[in-house]
Structure formats: structure tokens, C-alpha cells
């Protein structure tokens, strides 16, 4: 089982940087995928999920109407897609797989739900 995220790197503030979650070894279109993030010195945190069929999304307040998940079953992929960055966006970046489809972003919300985790790509917005 992999989840290989990438696409990090650095940017201005008010720049976009698209993240890409590859994955291999599961049958990737059972299961929803979540991007969590974490800043030096702080929890991790949710980001963004998507259900398995790609119709049902959930997003942070921190990050609604600036970030749009998406994923292509046919590439065993989701994507991150990220503008109008600010500093308070640098963060190591990971994306993780969960079995369940739950209509409840509460439950996307927490990181131990998810069955999967790949290896994070960082993402540091400057001011």
C-alpha cells in the first residue's frame, strides 16, 4: 500500500501550488481520501476529503473557497488544488485513505479514521 504525495514546494502569498496523491497496492476507488496538514509546532490538521465516487467533498473553514479537492479514479489519483495561498498555509502536506463514506465532515475530521497515510510533501508560502 502507497500514497505518494507531491507537488509541494514554495510560493509567494497569493500564488497556487496544485498537490497530487498517487496511490498503489488498495483498491483506491473504495475508499475516500483526506488531506490533513501540519505546521512546525502544531497538530495535524484536516484539510479537504473526498468521497471514493469523487461527488462528495468537505473543506476546513481555513480553506474553503480557496482549496478544490478532485480525484481521477481512472489515474488512482487526488489532487489538491490550492490558491490565493498565505503564509499561515506552510505546512507539510499528507493524503490519506479511508474505507468508510460517511456523510459527516466530523468524521473526515479525524485522523484516526484514516486507514492509510503517505509520506507528506511541504508547502511554504512566503510573505
Known amino acids: 500500500v502507497q500514497l505518494q504525495a507531491c507537488g509541494g514546494g514554495l510560493v509567494q502569498t497569493g500564488g497556487s501550488l496544485r498537490l497530487s496523491c498517487a496511490a498503489s497496492?488498495?483498491?483506491?476507488?473504495?475508499?475516500?481520501i483526506g488531506w490533513f496538514r501540519q505546521a512546525p509546532g502544531k497538530e495535524r490538521e484536516f484539510v479537504a476529503a473526498?468521497?471514493?465516487?469523487?461527488?462528495?467533498?468537505y473543506y476546513a473553514g481555513s480553506v474553503k473557497g480557496r482549496f478544490t479537492i478532485s480525484r481521477d479514479n481512472a489515474k488512482n489519483t487526488v489532487y489538491l488544488q490550492m490558491n490565493s495561498l498565505k503564509p499561515e498555509d506552510t505546512a507539510v502536506y499528507y493524503c490519506?485513505?479511508?474505507?468508510?463514506?460517511?456523510?459527516?465532515?466530523?468524521?473526515?475530521?479525524?485522523?484516526?479514521?484514516?486507514?492509510?497515510w503517505g509520506q507528506g510533501t511541504l508547502v511554504t508560502v512566503s510573505s
Open positions: 490519506a485513505a479511508s474505507i468508510q463514506q460517511l456523510y459527516s465532515i466530523s468524521y473526515y475530521y479525524q485522523s484516526i479514521k484514516y486507514d492509510y
Open positions: 497496492g488498495f483498491s483506491f476507488d473504495d475508499y475516500a
Open positions: 473526498i468521497h471514493r465516487s469523487g461527488g462528495v467533498s
